[in-house]
């Protein structure tokens, strides 16, 4: 009777830590699919895929990103990523870049990075960045409420409407 019992506990206990381990590699793989960018991973963008190039004013642009300038802003996707099923997977990059008349970086960079995990999911998990044309440092970074003191996302979320783009993304 007692071996019996202590048969249903040892029983019942391999079952609990089982199932804990089970779980906690199901966080992991959750977590194995976030994607955190550094600075590094946008070195060499203008050899990327550019997706899209368009100079002066745009009703969408108002004042950002350079356009009453007027620069010529360029976009660049890292793998000619496309979206599926309407949204971008984890670890999409994407970088703009403001040149002037003479071809010169002007500006800033700014990128989105589809993060995921449980990073932004107001923002479908992308992260948003500002950093120096030379890469060295960032001005802004963050979720939709943080990055750019939440002026990348209120606009950007113009994308999600009027088939103006798709997933936060005008260009594609
Ligand atoms: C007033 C609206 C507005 C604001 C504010 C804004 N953007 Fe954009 N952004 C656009 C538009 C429109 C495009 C489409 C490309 C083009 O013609 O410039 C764009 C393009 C981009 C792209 C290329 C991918 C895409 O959506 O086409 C990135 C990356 C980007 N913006 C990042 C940012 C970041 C980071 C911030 C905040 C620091 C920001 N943007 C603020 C309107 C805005």
Redesign the pocket.
Known sequence: MRNAFKLLTMGLLVTIVFAACSSSNDSNDDKAQEFIATLDDFQGYTSWTKV?T?TGE?P???D??G?KAPLT?N?FFKDNVQPDNGKYPNGTL???ELRDGNGDLAGAL???VKRGGDFNPDGDGWE???TTTDLDTVL?QGDNAT??GG??AS??AA?NTNNN?TDW???R
Do not use: E, N, P, Q
């Open positions: 899209h368009a745009d969408l642009l108002g950002a990103h356009a802003r976009v994407i970088v703009k700014t990128m989105m948003w960045f500002m802004t990055a750019g002026m990348c606009c950007h994308a783009g993304v005008f260009s």
